[in-house]
Antibody, heavy 123, light 107 residues
Framework: EVQLVESGGGLVQPGRSLRLSCAAS????????MHWVRQAPGKGLEWVSG????????GYADSVKGRFTISRDNAKNSLYLQMNSLRAEDTALYYC????????????????WGQGTLVTVSS | EIVLTQSPGTLSLSPGERATLSCRAS???????LAWYQQKPGQAPRLLIY???SRATGIPDRFSGSGSGTDFTLTISRLEPEDFAVYYC????????FGQGTKVEIK
């Protein structure tokens, strides 16, 4: 059974940093691209960032480019999101999501999701 | 950026009825790279459809997707009680974007 468990969320002041983690199990982690998708309270979904299986291809939404950094550690079956210069508008539930594609292709379709970790940016 | 506009915002229907949800793109979605997700309160989204019309693993055949170019549709042939939820479309031809969602509520 595929499991994605996010951690690292919390309350942080504007301008500060936070690092999210996602522990994956139940599938061959290093065969798949992975993503972060967020959802502000009561709002819709927003793709934040994605990373290919070997970290060779990385993408970011314009809203976080230059402030957030995605990474992965295949030996630890883990995905990370380093969030710097946080803003109030970054307040959201952050989901870790598995890409439907295989080793070569990043499809940007999300077939498994974690339950999310809440990030609140407020003074 | 491709903007997706979903309509209607809310759909009020009874169990057993047919639901038709629309997703319109601001520019053509290449190769029908369009997906649909279902989200229930307090839960993560669930992939229903990708490639505009391919059902994801384990999705009942009462869910179907159609369309191409800029106009796409999700149809639920007969609503079951567990189908009342919010539905999002997503394009993945370029930097992924989602629609704002359609809520299917019990009439």
């Amino acid at each position: 059974e595929v499991q994605l468990v996010e951690s690292g969320g919390g309350l942080v002041q504007p301008g500060r940093s936070l690092r999210l983690s996602c522990a994956a199990s139940g599938f061959t982690f290093d065969d798949y691209a992975m993503h972060w998708v967020r959802q502000a309270p009561g709002k819709g979904l927003e793709w934040v960032s994605g990373i290919s299986w070997n970290s060779g291809s990385i993408g970011y939404a314009d809203s976080v480019k230059g402030r957030f950094t995605i990474s992965r550690d295949n030996a630890k079956n883990s995905l990370y999101l380093q969030m710097n210069s946080l803003r109030a508008e970054d307040t959201a539930l952050y989901y870790c999501a598995k890409d439907i594609g295989g080793m070569i292709v990043v499809v940007n379709v999300f077939d498994y999701w974690g339950q999310g970790t809440l990030v609140t940016v407020s003074s | 950026e491709i903007v997706l506009t979903q309509s209607p915002g809310t759909l009020s229907l009874s169990p057993g009825e047919r639901a038709t949800l629309s997703c319109r793109a601001s520019q053509s979605v290449s190769s029908s790279y369009l997906a649909w997700y279902q989200q229930k309160p307090g839960q993560a989204p669930r992939l229903l459809i990708y490639g505009a019309s391919s059902r994801a693993t384990g999705i009942p055949d009462r869910f179907s997707g159609s369309g191409s170019g800029t106009d796409f549709t999700l149809t639920i042939s007969r609503l079951e009680p567990e189908d009342f939820a919010v539905y999002y479309c997503q394009q993945y031809g370029s930097s992924p974007t989602f629609g704002q969602g359609t809520k299917v509520e019990i009439k």
